[in-house]
């Protein structure tokens, strides 16, 4: 054992450092853990007050467009009344060696017309069994255009069958009710 290296006899000089001398390089992690903390509660805060500026300006423009909303529909019956006295007058033009024909009336009995818009050569009956007011549908075909929309193309549809408060109005027609 005589070959072994040990300590010197009284032990190490001071001037050799043998601890571990690291130096502290940049923030603690409490300072990290608080820098991050204030900026995501920054971006959160920043998040809510955009979040808010978007629904008060989507509100202010729903609310514009529900103030305009009446404007709008007096523009569209005004540009369906154009539309249907210029049908009425083009109608009226070409029906008029016909004069029992009514121009664009649609609750005047149309011959060939039976109940539920079936073709009865025998039958005069109007378009529409109702007392309501029903909004005029316009379908553009062209002058060219040789085809023709059925009055009521929607008769014997199983559409509008599962709605009873529809069924149930006084002025709906019992003998051919829609879908049977």
């Known amino acids: 054992m005589a070959g072994q290296d040990s300590a010197p006899a009284g032990g190490f000089p001071t001037t050799i450092k043998y601890k571990r001398n690291l130096p502290t390089r940049g923030p603690s992690g409490a300072v990290l853990l608080l820098v991050a903390g204030a900026a995501m509660t920054y971006g959160l805060v920043k998040t809510t007050e955009n979040t808010r500026e978007r629904r008060e300006i989507k509100r202010e423009k729903t609310w514009a467009r529900i103030h305009l909303a009446p404007i709008f529909q007096a523009e569209a019956d005004r540009d369906m009344v154009r539309r249907m006295d210029a049908i009425a007058k083009r109608e009226a033009e070409i029906m008029k060696d016909h004069p029992e024909w009514a121009a664009n009336d649609l609750k005047a009995p149309v011959k060939g017309l039976g109940k539920g818009g079936v073709l009865d050569e025998n039958a005069a009956e109007p378009v529409y069994h109702t007392e309501r007011y029903v909004a005029p ?44």
Do not use: M
């Not at 008769?155 to 003998?175: I, M, Q, S, V």
């Open 137 to 180: 549908t316009t379908v553009f075909l062209p002058p060219t255009n040789e085809s023709f929309l059925d009055a009521q193309w929607w008769r014997g549809t199983k559409l509008f069958t599962k709605n009873p408060a529809y069924h149930d109005r006084k002025d709906f027609t019992k003998e051919h009710p829609i879908g049977e």
